[in-house]
């Protein structure tokens, strides 16, 4: 049986809880359950505090797990990303009271706060900086006015709460992060290539849409180059032998735009479908 650490709440596990259904497995319907089996599916969920999970995958307790990439890569563990999953994107910045700080070289013989020492100091290494971090577990945004660093390093998505402690970020981002899909390199276990698989259809599913439209057939060369589909589009022939019925997928971000092209083109009656799921 697949095991597959999941996180246990926050934003990433809203995230991974809705595309783990769209691939079609069950899930607890308990928030405080650990542990939950999709026994049709053969594999087993394991509901976990997203700073563990690549420890699990790393040390190989767990098979598979979905976590961010900045907590990946401040475990230092043997665990692996081996898939972009689009979603929980964040960029972790160094930040410090308004109008104090321009750039990380500023940085020299300060003291950072941080919940990600491994990372602040590697990155402190790249630049030739020497600074002093400070670990917290969180809400490091008061160190600085309670006196516990100069500056701090931490995870921004919005800049909402840095701004209401009146701190701004400074200089390029450290890391940018979102979640992903990690392993222990060379794992190879049964049902992990059909898991990996379904995320994969998931992504492509909500990243495509069929489109759909009439054409006559003089000018079906010219508008299948608008719509070349993955290996090549349905052309059907209508009832009218003058004209030919096209089906494709297309990138839902230019859908309209594409739209716009296939109608100067001749195309008529088009429509766009959502696709709910799919195997590439």
């Not at 899909?181 to 495509?208: I, N, T, W």
């Amino acid at each position: 049986m697949l095991r597959v650490a999941v996180p246990n709440k926050g934003a990433l596990s809203e995230s991974a809880t809705t595309m783990l259904r769209e691939a079609g497995y069950s899930l607890r319907l308990n928030s405080k359950r650990l542990v939950h089996r999709d026994v049709e599916n053969d594999i087993e969920f394991f509901y976990l505090r997203p700073r563990d999970i690549a420890t699990y995958i790393g040390r190989g307790i767990l098979d598979i797990g979905i976590t961010g990439r900045d907590l990946l890569l401040e475990s230092e563990s043997e665990a692996e990303e081996i898939l972009q999953l689009g979603f929980g994107r964040s960029a972790f910045h160094y930040a410090g009271e308004a109008g104090v700080y321009s750039d990380p070289a500023e940085l020299a013989g300060k003291t950072i706060a941080t919940s990600y020492p491994v990372l602040v100091e590697q990155d402190l290494a790249r630049r030739g900086i020497d600074a002093t971090t400070v670990k917290l577990d969180g809400a490091v945004e008061v160190s600085i006015e309670l006196g516990v660093a100069d500056a701090i390093a931490d995870v921004v998505e919005t800049g909402t709460t840095l701004r209401m402690a009146g701190l701004e970020t400074f200089g390029d981002p450290i890391l940018v992060s979102e979640g992903v899909l990690v392993a222990r390199s060379g794992f190879d276990k049964p049902g992990a290539d059909v898991f990996l698989r379904r995320v994969q259809s998931v992504m492509v599913a909500r990243s495509y849409v069929l489109i759909d439209y009439d054409i006559r057939s003089e000018l079906l060369a010219d508008a299948i180059t608008v719509t070349p589909g993955f290996e090549s589009p349905t052309v059907s022939q209508l009832n009218d032998p003058e004209w030919c019925a096209v089906r494709s997928m297309v990138e839902a971000k230019d859908s309209h735009r594409i739209m716009d092209r296939l109608y100067s083109a001749g195309a008529r009656a088009i429509l766009v479908t959502a696709i709910d799921a799919c195997r590439m």
